[in-house]
């Protein structure tokens, strides 16, 4: 394998750890999975489909439907992805054929459908060859993957519209009912956890001892390997035995998909001797584990123009071997959990004069978005579909309203005593008309607005509701009260509640990154107190946006 194993910088600690390697998921569901050393497993959902009434466009006989499903992309393009099975002379087709697609959390999946009716001429045609714009079309509808995998029983019915157009105008009619129903695909939330050992490694350095490591691949259908995981390296052991291992089953295809395990000497040069490997599926190493009897390692050896493998007296065990179904975001949503969506937005002076073109604040005649817009916008806009009654307490900090003192937390709808606004749409109002009915001001103090969502989080906490609060605060700067604001994090680390920072203009926010515990450093408050866990999440918008 040479340097296909070789670690960052020639060090052995770079080739440690049990990290799958895949992409990356949300908060909740990648916290758990990363104390088990698996990292970004993707929950991916099957959709079904079925239509009731669909209009009959056959003479002689009954509509032939077939669904198509697409993409929208976020700069407008339309994608197509999938076609289901044309089903004969139905007015209310169940599809057989399902289409399975990767959820993210964190982006808004726009699917469009449309049901078209294939004309008789083109039935023994298979469906990927079929010219749509020769089929005449039943109706259409769209939606977003979150209304679907959020609705209690993940079925989503829509109205199908089948859009006319006219000289004086373009007007839709209802032809029908769609309905989509998701599935969360089993095998995505299926783990083996493996802890491995050898016996007798034979040593691979002339003047010195073996510093073993194993790197565990899946087997594709061109014959390639594709790592998947490797243990940490054990210096000057010949009988090593490492921490447990993830697999993810998605991950390495099937329990019955050949893996290569191999067991490599680490040199600091990032070439690895290979000691000797096995070739086993996880259903092999379970029994492994069960018969209690180690598998000998093998290395091939080329004997004449044959290639042959040579049978070693080093052993691979499997001392411990277990499988466990994770609960996905998913799962959590399904048992009754709702998302609840905060906001709090920062009015203090450095953000410039709202009515001047070079405010952070200042609002385009035109209607294009300032950073603070886009930001409430692009973040409202994925967690609005997981918050039932889409009522948002929005808040601002550092500024002075029309005869007050200068306040580190009024609610951005004017009102005394009720800070809720309706919708995306509402947080955009309040924002604008708060721009007119305040002064900016200062400084820029955080812990105000963390301990008011702190006590909503605390008080839904003490009903036993089944909710988890996200708080989105948009800034222009760093923050003055940077004490205060750790010992209001510690206090609420404990609480069902995240907290999103986006830093929106030019500034340099690195002081701000001391409140993001990314690099493993959790916050300690001013008595000494460490945060049960990190909360915090803080990106740069020009750095994100889009």
Same mark, same amino acid.
């Given at each position: ?8 910088g ?5 080739v440690g ?13 990648d916290?758990?999975l990363?104390s ?10 099957e959709?079904?489909? #079925?239509a009731?009434? !669909?209009r009959d466009? $056959?003479? &002689? +006989?009954?509509? @032939? /439907?077939? %669904?198509v ?9 339309v994608?197509?992805?999938?076609r289901t099975e044309v ?7 169940t599809?057989?054929?399902k289409?399975?697609?990767a ?9 469009l459908?449309?049901?078209f ?5 083109f039935?023994?045609?298979e469906v990927k060859m ?11 509808a769209s939606c977003?993957?979150?209304?679907i ?6 079925s ?8 006319v157009e ?8 209802h032809?029908g009912?769609?309905t ?13 956890e493996?802890?491995? #050992?050898c016996?007798? !490694?034979?040593?691979? $350095?002339? &003047? +010195?001892?073996c @510093? /073993?490591f %194993? ?6 259908e061109?014959?390639?390997?594709i790592p ?10 010949h009988n090593p ?8 089953i ?35 190493l ?21 290639c ?12 411990n071997f ?9 799962d959590?949503?399904?048992g009754g ?10 009015f203090t002076a ?7 073109? @070079? ?11 300032n ?6 916008y692009e973040?409202?806009?994925v967690?609005q579909f ?9 808040w ?11 306040s ?6 004017g ?8 919708g995306?749409?509402g947080i955009m109002?309040?924002?604008?008309s ?29 009903d036993e ?7 989105l ?12 604001t ?35 450093e ?8 460490v ?14 946006q889009?």
């Amino acid at each position: 394998m040479g340097n296909c194993c070789s670690d960052v910088g020639g060090r052995m600690a770079a080739v440690g750890g049990t990290a799958a390697i895949t992409g990356n998921q949300s908060d909740a569901v990648d916290m758990y999975l990363k104390s088990r050393g698996i990292h970004g497993i993707l929950s991916q959902i099957e959709l079904s489909f #079925s239509a009731t009434n !669909l209009r009959d466009r $056959d003479v &002689f +006989s009954k509509s @032939d /439907p077939m %669904l198509v499903v697409y993409i929208k992309e976020r700069d407008g393009a339309v994608i197509e992805v999938f076609r289901t099975e044309v089903v004969l002379n139905s007015l209310n087709p169940t599809w057989i054929k399902k289409y399975t697609i990767a959820y993210h959390f964190e982006v808004v999946q726009t699917l469009l459908f449309h049901v078209f009716d294939v004309d008789t001429q083109f039935l023994n045609i298979e469906v990927k060859m079929l010219k749509l714009e020769e089929q005449q079309s039943l109706g259409e509808a769209s939606c977003a993957l979150s209304e679907i995998v959020t609705k209690p029983n993940r079925s989503l019915t829509l109205d199908l519209v089948r859009r006319v157009e006219s000289v004086s105008s373009t007007h839709s009619q209802h032809h029908g009912k769609l309905t989509v129903h998701a599935e969360e695909c089993f095998s995505s939330r299926t783990t083996a956890e493996m802890m491995l #050992s050898c016996l007798d !490694l034979e040593s691979k $350095d002339l &003047f +010195s001892n073996c @510093d /073993p490591f %194993l790197v565990i691949s899946k087997l594709v259908e061109s014959g390639i390997s594709i790592p998947v995981c490797k243990t940490e390296v054990l210096k000057n052991d010949h009988n090593p035995t490492w921490k447990p291992v993830f697999l993810n089953i998605q991950q390495v295809g099937s329990k019955d998909s050949p893996l290569v395990i191999e067991c490599f000497n680490f040199n600091s040069n990032g070439k690895h001797d290979l000691i000797g490997k096995v070739q086993k599926s996880l259903a092999d190493l379970e029994k492994i584990h069960s018969g209690r009897e180690g598998e000998n390692l093998f290395l091939p050896t080329l004997v004449g123009h044959d290639c042959e493998n040579k049978i070693l007296k080093s052993k691979l065990f499997v001392e411990n071997f277990s499988e466990t179904i994770q609960h996905t975001f998913l799962d959590y949503l399904a048992g009754g959990v709702e998302l609840n969506f905060m906001v709090a937005i920062d009015f203090t002076a450095s953000n410039g004069n709202p009515r001047l073109p @070079d405010s952070l604040h200042y609002i385009d005649p035109s209607g294009r978005q300032n950073a603070y817009q886009k930001a409430i916008y692009e973040v409202g806009e994925v967690l609005q579909f997981y918050d039932t009654d889409k009522c948002f307490p929005a808040w601002g900090f550092g500024a002075r309203p029309i005869d007050g003192p200068v306040s580190h937390c009024f609610n951005l709808n004017g009102s005394n005593n009720y800070c809720k606004v309706e919708g995306i749409r509402g947080i955009m109002m309040a924002y604008t008309s708060a721009l007119f009915n305040v002064s900016l001001a200062g400084p820029t103090l955080f812990g105000h607005v963390v301990n008011k969502a702190a006590l909503i989080a605390s008080q839904s906490l003490a009903d036993e509701a089944q909710k988890y609060f996200v708080l989105l605060i948009i800034t222009d700067g760093v923050v003055t009260d940077l004490q205060e604001t750790k010992d209001a994090l510690v206090k609420a680390s404990d609480l069902p509640l995240s907290i999103l920072i986006v830093g929106v203009g030019g500034a340099d926010f690195k002081e701000m990154e001391i409140l993001d515990a990314d690099k493993g450093e959790r916050l300690e408050s001013s008595t000494g107190r460490v945060a049960s866990r990190d909360i915090v999440q803080f990106v740069p918008f020009r750095d994100v946006q889009g």
